[in-house]
């Protein structure tokens, strides 16, 4: 299969490596100026990967997209409206994989939703759950899900996709995918900050009840509440809540202590948007409401967790 990829931050170059490793044609794109597209052309590696030369690397959009069959995006979750409507004059139709996690902030739609708002009536696909490009590269293999607004091309995506090194599981609830995949980034962050305030054993109990508020989102939201429990929400918490890996849980923790930390937390935003959601739906949302009240708010974090202990008594499933 024809692929070009667009993003080449951390997860972008390795979708195109990982593409190219189990035999696919692939281009990857970035914008003209990018330091890690100068940084890719200049040495074909990122300081995590090599690329093999058969990847084309190129910062014209236009060959790129005109070149796939299918087009792959990894960048912030928060630009996608703006890269798909710089994308939209190019476009032939080709479907899309959304490989990334989060819900716009400002709207509350998820990332398949903001593409059909951009682009029309597009197949889309998302290509999500755990992994971290550092264990990838080594040969540590990982089980992820791909959904779609249409079934064709979710069989497709997965039969063409899997390999020894990544087991891809259909995917059947495209809702419950994005917005699990999307806040398992805050429960990263809330990890972080249990770290930070040498709170780690509390991360049991926050991998036990942030599913719940998700699960309750998920189904007023029209999805399947199980889906939280599938990769792309529970699954991916080894990759998130417990790993030096992720970045959203080095900001939680980086942030309780007063550090700076630079590397792109989607969750940051997410938190934001989820909440947004959570007012349309009337889904009380506990553990994002103390992420937000944390991270955007200004809030003492050890004064925002006993809130959250000091709340009415409640049914453990409800
Ligand atoms: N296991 C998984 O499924 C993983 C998923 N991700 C997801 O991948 C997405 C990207 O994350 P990272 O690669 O870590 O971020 P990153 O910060 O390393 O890369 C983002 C890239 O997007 C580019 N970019 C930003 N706005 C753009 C625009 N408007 N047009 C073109 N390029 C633009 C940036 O220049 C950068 O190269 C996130 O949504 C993240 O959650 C990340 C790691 C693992
Ligand atoms: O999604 C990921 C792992 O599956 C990456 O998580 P971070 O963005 O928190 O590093």
Redesign the pocket.
């Known amino acids: 299969m024809r692929v070009s990829v ?9 979708i195109a490596w990982y593409l190219n490793h189990i035999g696919h044609e692939v281009t990857l794109w ?2 003209e100026g ?4 100068e940084h890719l052309r200049a040495s074909r590696e990122n300081g995590i990967l090599t690329f093999d030369s058969k990847i084309e690397i190129t910062s014209d959009l236009a060959a790129a997209v005109a070149h796939a069959e299918v087009l792959a995006i ?4 928060q ?2 409206r ?2 798909l409507a ?1 994308l939209r004059g190019h476009h032939r139709g080709q479907p899309l994989v959304l ?4 819900i716009e902030e400002g709207t509350g739609l998820r990332l398949s939703e903001v593409a059909a708002e951009v682009l029309g009536p597009v197949e889309t696909a998302v ?7 550092q264990n990838f590269v080594k040969g540590v293999p990982n089980c ?1 899900v791909i959904d779609a607004n249409d079934d064709g091309l979710r069989r497709r995506l997965v039969e063409a996709f899997s390999s020894d090194l990544i087991r891809f599981y259909y995917g059947a609830d495209l809702i419950g995918n994005e917005v699990g ?1 999307a806040a398992k ?1 805050v429960i990263g962050i809330a990890a972080g900050m249990l770290d930070g305030l040498g709170l780690t054993s509390l991360k049991g109990a926050l991998i036990s009840r942030g599913p719940r508020e998700i699960a309750r989102l998920i189904r007023a939201m029209g999805g399947d509440e199980l889906s939280v429990y599938g990769l792309s929400h529970l699954g ?1 918490f080894e ?1 998130t809540v417990f790993s030096a890996y992720s ?1 959203n849980r080095r900001f939680g923790e980086a942030f309780v202590r007063g550090e700076p930390y630079d ?2 937390a ?1 969750g940051v935003r997410t938190t934001r948007a989820l909440l947004t959601l959570g007012e349309r739906y009337e889904i009380d949302l506990p553990i994002c409401r103390a992420v937000s009240a944390v991270v955007h708010g200004g809030r003492d974090p050890r004064e925002i967790l006993s809130k959250l202990f000091m709340r009415s008594l409640k049914e453990e499933f409800y």
């Open positions: 667009l993003g080449c931050g951390r997860w972008g170059s390795f970035g914008r990018s330091k890690n597209l990894s960048i912030n979750s630009n996608l703006e890269l710089r490989c990334m996690k989060g290509w999500v759950g755990p992994g971290h490009v992820m995949a980034n991916d990759a970045h590397e792109l989607e």
